[in-house]
């Protein structure tokens, strides 16, 4: 008998090229390409801020004026539909003007915000003709859809499994219990929202977790350490129970996409075989940034959102003293900013400060660099360190959830202890082989290029555990 494939609908709060601020939305764009390329159907929900442009987007009207109860109001919904370039996934955007009419995804009530989608996001099912075997629901954004698959008394519903995947533990949604009412829930609606209420409010994550039938996170060392006190954020006594129904996939990076061979951001393509070529785009990168040329000495970049967790601390005045210069690209809190921007404009010639979100001139940084530093205080799988080994850049890392199951030291760098010092060292030693041991450092690259980070396997692991919903 021919096998069932079964159906898959995401629903994520980001989705790359449409909406990204993290790496949530390179992961759904490209595991759902992923599944697709092996014969699943995947759709995607997500909601359409203010900043997606009908136009450039190619997006089509599926239905208007449809109404969402909320309570005794009606709230207005219009669904539009376009899809991934290169995959071809079909994604449906959710329209509503008082939630995410804005040009931002992160603002207000995001709680409110975002379980008014997931409550929408059900409603709509049977009106965009996509009825999924699965919901696969990523972040506290989309945790409260497994609480309301299991009170529907609707019969469409009756069958519909839900995965609930974690993609940081640090947002957990937790908002008091008036927030409920949003997605029609009250406190009495599920044993789990009554105990979680006990305490005067309700944790998304927590609901995820208990009622999804399978949790999972983005690395197999990110999911054992959020059993501990440590890494758990107030919520390793609720990961410990359930930690039979959590597991660990770590995430891939779209290899196509991330290919230097064939990536027209940067201004010369090369393969494992001709890294030598990485030099070209190393002198362009420090003379589109105001660096001095000099292909010899050591480029090191840092790609990220600047918050703590990224391990910005670690970044000391001393690091400056290293033998080398610095590019470092990202937006986030702006004592980091403020700090990045001091450094920089001490050392304009050494130090590039690029306090902004630009995706190519990220890929050209990917490029340009020898060393990428990614010194985080935890990780749940963390992208970057995969970008950079694709494009022959060697990672620094602290061994830490997926920065711990990817760096290892055929191909890089880690350190363990959460010091300025112990960071240092370590890029004192990397830049030590870069200087002294060229071969060494050439292998260190090759291994990087050679490593396959692609979806290919992860994307089986989630195919996995949909078979086992
Ligand atoms: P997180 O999801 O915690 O932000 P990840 O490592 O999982 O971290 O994903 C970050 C992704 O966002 C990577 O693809 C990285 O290159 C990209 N990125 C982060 N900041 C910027 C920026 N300022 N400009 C362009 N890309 C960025």
Redesign the pocket.
Known sequence: MAEIKPKILMVSAEVNPLA?????A?VVQSLSSALKSKGYEVSIIMPKYGFIKKESNRLKKVKGGLKIKVGEKKEKVTIWQTSIKFSGVDVYLLENQKHFGKSKIYWGNESERFLFFSHAVLEILPFIGYKPDIIHCHDFHTALIPDLLRVTPDFYYKNIKSLYTI??LNYQGKSDIGVLSTGNLSKTSLRSLSQDARDGDINFIVQGIINADAVNTVSPTYAHEITTPEFGMGLDKVIKKNKNKIQGILNGIDTDYFNPATDNNIVANYTSRNIIKKKENKLALQKELGLTRDKDVPLVGF???LIK?KGLELLGEDIKKLDCQFVI???GQKKYEKQIKKWSQQDLKRISAQL????S??QRIYAGVDIYLLPSLFEP????QM?AMRYGAVPVVRATGGLKDTVDKKVGFSFNKISETALQRKLQQALNIYRQKPSQWKRLQKNGMNRDFSWQKSAQDYIDLYYEL
């Open positions: 990204k601020v993290g790496g949530l390179d993609h940081n790609i990220s959102r967790q690209l990202g937006t902004k979100f630009d995706a001139l990220a799988c963390g992208l970057g970008i």
